[in-house]
């Protein structure tokens, strides 16, 4: 149920998830430098944050993802 929560929730709003990955990278980078594996974690972590308003600390959740 939560992937299946989670998959849908990032297809729905993946544009703008996309875009902010996108506006946080790093200066003279762009999207297509970033590995599809930390694309996915960010998508997942950012769709945590703001859609379903996670109480962790971005800080947290980030590294909680890395940390899989």
Not at 7 to 18: C, F, Q, S, T, V
Not at 39 to 58: G, N, Q, R, T
Request: contains cysteine; aromatic residues 14%; proline residues 0%.
């Amino acid at each position: 149920e939560y992937l299946e929560d989670a998959i849908n929730g990032i297809n729905e709003n993946k544009e703008d998830i996309i875009k902010n990955i996108s506006d946080n990278l790093a200066k003279n980078w762009q999207l297509d430098r970033v590995s599809k594996i930390n694309i996915a974690i960010l998508k997942l972590a950012i769709y945590e944050i703001l859609y379903k308003k996670c109480f962790l600390s971005s800080y947290n959740l980030i590294n909680y993802f890395y940390s899989l």
